[in-house]
Nanobody, 126 residues
Framework: QVRLTEFGGGLVQVGGSRKLSCFGS????????MAWFRQAPGKEREFVAA???????????SYSDPVKDRFSISRSTGDNSMALQMNRLEVGDTAVYYC????????????????WGQGIQLTVSS
Protein backbone atom coordinates (compact mmCIF):
# COMPACT_ATOMS: atom_id res chain seq x y z
CA GLN A 1 0.00 0.00 0.00
CA VAL A 2 1.19 3.49 -0.81
CA ARG A 3 2.43 5.54 2.14
CA LEU A 4 2.13 9.31 2.27
CA THR A 5 4.45 11.73 4.06
CA GLU A 6 3.86 15.44 4.56
CA PHE A 7 6.47 18.19 4.80
CA GLY A 8 6.50 21.93 5.21
CA GLY A 9 4.49 22.74 8.30
CA GLY A 10 5.56 25.09 11.04
CA LEU A 11 4.91 28.61 12.26
CA VAL A 12 4.05 31.47 9.92
CA GLN A 13 2.79 35.01 10.39
CA VAL A 14 -0.65 36.20 9.35
CA GLY A 15 -0.58 37.26 5.73
CA GLY A 16 2.40 35.07 4.97
CA SER A 17 2.80 32.08 2.68
CA ARG A 18 3.74 28.45 3.14
CA LYS A 19 4.02 25.44 0.85
CA LEU A 20 3.09 21.98 2.08
CA SER A 21 4.32 18.93 0.22
CA CYS A 22 3.20 15.32 0.26
CA PHE A 23 5.29 12.49 -1.14
CA GLY A 24 4.02 9.05 -2.03
CA SER A 25 6.18 5.99 -1.42
CA UNK A 26 5.66 4.65 -4.94
CA UNK A 27 4.58 5.71 -8.40
CA UNK A 28 1.20 4.07 -7.78
CA UNK A 29 0.12 7.31 -6.15
CA UNK A 30 0.24 9.03 -9.54
CA UNK A 31 -2.92 7.18 -10.57
CA UNK A 32 -4.79 8.34 -7.47
CA UNK A 33 -6.66 11.47 -6.62
CA MET A 34 -4.74 13.30 -3.89
CA ALA A 35 -6.14 15.77 -1.42
CA TRP A 36 -5.50 17.91 1.64
CA PHE A 37 -7.68 17.92 4.70
CA ARG A 38 -7.16 19.79 7.94
CA GLN A 39 -8.28 19.56 11.52
CA ALA A 40 -8.21 22.47 13.92
CA PRO A 41 -8.33 21.96 17.70
CA GLY A 42 -11.82 21.05 18.83
CA LYS A 43 -13.14 20.80 15.27
CA GLU A 44 -13.84 18.02 12.84
CA ARG A 45 -11.54 17.28 9.97
CA GLU A 46 -12.45 19.32 6.90
CA PHE A 47 -11.71 19.24 3.21
CA VAL A 48 -9.21 21.78 1.86
CA ALA A 49 -8.33 20.88 -1.73
CA ALA A 50 -8.08 17.93 -4.10
CA UNK A 51 -6.41 17.18 -7.40
CA UNK A 52 -7.14 14.34 -9.78
CA UNK A 53 -4.60 12.31 -11.66
CA UNK A 54 -2.86 13.89 -14.62
CA UNK A 55 -4.13 12.54 -17.92
CA UNK A 56 -4.86 13.57 -21.48
CA UNK A 57 -8.07 15.36 -20.53
CA UNK A 58 -6.42 17.61 -17.98
CA UNK A 59 -6.29 17.62 -14.21
CA UNK A 60 -9.33 18.27 -12.04
CA UNK A 61 -8.94 20.48 -9.01
CA SER A 62 -11.36 21.47 -6.30
CA TYR A 63 -11.12 23.76 -3.29
CA SER A 64 -13.15 24.54 -0.23
CA ASP A 65 -14.70 28.00 -0.14
CA PRO A 66 -12.48 29.36 2.68
CA VAL A 67 -9.29 28.70 0.70
CA LYS A 68 -10.23 28.82 -2.98
CA ASP A 69 -8.86 32.31 -3.59
CA ARG A 70 -5.72 31.83 -1.49
CA PHE A 71 -4.50 28.24 -1.91
CA SER A 72 -3.29 26.38 -4.99
CA ILE A 73 -2.90 22.61 -5.31
CA SER A 74 -0.53 20.95 -7.76
CA ARG A 75 1.18 17.63 -8.32
CA SER A 76 4.23 16.16 -9.98
CA THR A 77 4.43 12.64 -11.32
CA GLY A 78 8.21 12.86 -11.53
CA ASP A 79 8.60 12.58 -7.77
CA ASN A 80 5.20 11.15 -6.83
CA SER A 81 4.28 14.32 -5.00
CA MET A 82 1.60 16.87 -4.40
CA ALA A 83 1.89 20.39 -3.07
CA LEU A 84 -0.36 22.99 -1.50
CA GLN A 85 0.76 26.57 -1.92
CA MET A 86 -0.93 28.65 0.75
CA ASN A 87 -0.98 32.44 0.49
CA ARG A 88 -2.46 35.22 2.62
CA LEU A 89 -2.61 32.88 5.58
CA GLU A 90 -5.07 33.60 8.36
CA VAL A 91 -5.22 32.54 12.00
CA GLY A 92 -8.14 30.34 11.02
CA ASP A 93 -5.85 28.27 8.83
CA THR A 94 -4.11 26.93 11.92
CA ALA A 95 -4.60 23.16 11.93
CA VAL A 96 -3.04 19.79 11.43
CA TYR A 97 -2.94 19.24 7.67
CA TYR A 98 -3.34 15.74 6.27
CA CYS A 99 -2.45 14.41 2.86
CA UNK A 100 -4.80 11.76 1.53
CA UNK A 101 -5.23 9.65 -1.59
CA UNK A 102 -7.97 7.62 -3.21
CA UNK A 103 -8.68 5.78 -6.43
CA UNK A 104 -11.11 7.60 -8.70
CA UNK A 105 -12.17 11.20 -9.06
CA UNK A 106 -11.76 13.98 -6.49
CA UNK A 107 -14.28 14.11 -3.69
CA UNK A 108 -14.63 16.31 -0.63
CA UNK A 109 -15.56 13.56 1.82
CA UNK A 110 -12.75 12.22 3.97
CA UNK A 111 -14.54 8.87 4.24
CA UNK A 112 -13.82 8.17 0.58
CA UNK A 113 -10.04 8.46 0.94
CA UNK A 114 -8.22 5.22 1.56
CA UNK A 115 -4.68 6.33 2.33
CA TRP A 116 -3.56 9.01 4.79
CA GLY A 117 -0.39 10.69 5.91
CA GLN A 118 0.43 11.22 9.56
CA GLY A 119 -0.43 14.91 9.46
CA ILE A 120 1.65 18.03 9.91
CA GLN A 121 1.04 21.08 12.08
CA LEU A 122 0.67 24.54 10.60
CA THR A 123 0.32 27.43 13.02
CA VAL A 124 -0.53 30.93 11.81
CA SER A 125 0.35 33.57 14.34
CA SER A 126 -0.81 37.14 14.61
Amino acid sequence: QVRLTEFGGGLVQVGGSRKLSCFGSSRDVNSYTMAWFRQAPGKEREFVAAIGKIDWSGTRRSYSDPVKDRFSISRSTGDNSMALQMNRLEVGDTAVYYCAARPGSPTTSDHTYTTWGQGIQLTVSS
